[in-house]
């Protein structure tokens, strides 16, 4: 049942509850998010781990029935370090949404916004020095250089779900200043795309390996640190790519899976995958990755830095990486229906949210472009089965990677 609203806090319901101990101590550790979450001012929506979701953290050994207050490290059987501070409230701000939302409110919704902001989704560049870390009376100067990371939420058969992994387990509990719900797991703050294609490979190794062959890991990757500590021979070199568009902008990435690029069937993909096909691979690739425009299927993240609205039915045209030309999307939000077509392809999974963008997974097909100016849609039959032959492969693509790429496939 929903609880009536109370004179007291965020910060007091978590720290009353048995269920939220370690969350609550975390909190109590820092004054800027004691004072963050004590704000009567603020209207604010807070999905609060609870003690099993941090007990999923490997190596976590925080014992949630210590009381004493000293810096003494109790535990004579681990040794951890605790996360550095600025990290901390990173990843609680991501937990924070800066509006109340009632169940009915997260029933019609496709994505939130979080305290968290991220300047890697605006196309305006962050004032110097400042960061998503700052003091909480500077919120409203960073929203104006960084735009707010998103959470996704869906419905599924367990209930609803942040993030496609994190349940919320309970209904709201209303605060003075705002509405408290329960989590099964900790929401970290995103990766970025190429990150994320890298640990998922299960669905993602071959577009990876894509990336990298193709140079375009090294263009989307010159923001911000490789995430491979020690790059394989052969990887491109990030920082030899500083002047590249696109990246850390922003940006719409349509991502096919390793049953999607399988689908083209083995000789096409072999080819591809081959010295002589890697200008191919790359035009191909870049159709799928639009710059500037981060399009949610409720929001867009516009080439301005302004947040509009998607309602109801809605196309749009938006220019991707390959020599300008545009790829159709429809998107639809009517309520807590939604959905995200691209060039006639249905995406089967909307709103990956990544640190610089969206992610919008393709399952059924990659979409591979027409040189003639027409779009780029599904090959094979109309249930689409079927593999596309080398030669149409060709065919599709030769005048876009004459035109929109390079010769060879790699950077300048």
């Given at each position: 049942p929903q ?12 720290s ?6 370690i969350?609550?101590r975390?909190v ?8 963050l979450?004590n ?47 600025e ?22 919704a ?11 989704l605006s196309?305006?560049p962050p004032?110097?020095g ?15 250089s ?10 599924t ?25 329960t ?16 640990i998922?490979?299960?669905q ?11 140079g375009?890991?090294a263009r989307l ?12 021979p ?11 568009t ?15 690029f ?18 191919y ?6 159709y799928?990755?639009v710059p500037?425009?981060t399009?949610?299927s ?13 309602h109801?039915?809605?196309h ?9 030309r545009?790829v159709?999307?429809e ?14 392809v ?16 393709l399952?059924?097909?990659v979409?591979?472009p ?13 249930d689409?089965?079927?593999?596309m ?14 035109g929109?790429?390079?010769?060879d496939?790699?950077?300048?």
């Amino acid at each position: 049942p929903q609880h009536p609203p109370s004179n007291k806090s965020l910060y007091d319901l978590i720290s009353e509850s048995p269920h939220t101990t370690i969350l609550a101590r975390i909190v109590h550790d820092d004054s800027h998010l004691v004072e963050l979450l004590n704000r009567t001012a603020a209207n604010l929506t807070l999905f609060a781990p609870t003690d099993e979701a941090f007990a999923k953290i490997p190596h976590h050994h925080h014992d949630k029935h210590r009381h004493d207050d000293d810096d003494d490290d109790d535990d004579h059987h681990h040794h951890h370090h605790k996360p550095p501070r600025e990290l901390i409230r990173a990843v609680l701000k991501y937990h924070l949404v800066s509006a109340v939302y009632s169940p009915a409110e997260l029933f019609h919704a496709h994505t939130l916004p979080t305290l968290l902001t991220e300047p890697q989704l605006s196309p305006k560049p962050p004032a110097p020095g400042r960061s998503s870390a700052s003091s909480p009376q500077n919120d409203e100067e960073r929203r104006d250089s960084s735009l707010p990371q998103r959470l996704s939420i869906s419905t599924t058969l367990h209930g609803p779900t942040l993030n496609h992994y994190s349940r919320i387990l309970a209904t709201e509990k209303r605060a003075a200043n705002g509405a408290l719900y329960t989590i099964d797991a900790i929401l970290l703050p995103p990766p970025s795309l190429l990150t994320l294609a890298t640990i998922v490979p299960t669905q993602f190794s071959t577009l990876a390996l894509a990336l990298h062959r193709t140079g375009l890991a090294a263009r989307l990757n010159h923001t911000h640190p490789h995430p491979h500590p020690h790059p394989k021979p052969g990887d491109p070199d990030p920082r030899s790519h500083g002047t590249g568009t696109g990246t850390g902008q922003g940006g719409t990435y349509f991502l096919p899976t390793n049953r999607a690029f399988s689908r083209l069937g083995y000789k096409a993909n072999a080819f591809l995958f081959s010295e002589h096909g890697t200008p191919y691979l790359r035009a191909l690739l870049e159709y799928h990755l639009v710059p500037r425009r981060t399009l949610y299927s409720d929001v867009e993240y516009t080439t301005s830095g302004e947040i509009e609205a998607v309602h109801g039915l809605k196309h749009f045209d938006l220019e991707t990486m390959l020599d300008g030309r545009t790829v159709g999307v429809e998107v639809a939000n009517l309520g807590p229906w939604g959905g995200v077509t691209v060039s006639g392809v249905r995406v089967g999974v909307r709103d990956l949210v990544v640190r610089d963008g969206v992610g919008h997974v393709l399952t059924r097909s990659v979409i591979v472009p027409r040189c003639d100016g027409g779009e780029g849609g599904e090959f094979g039959d109309g249930d689409g089965e079927g593999e596309m032959a080398v030669e149409e492969l060709v065919g599709r693509l030769r005048g876009l990677v004459d035109g929109g790429s390079e010769s060879d496939g790699r950077e300048e």
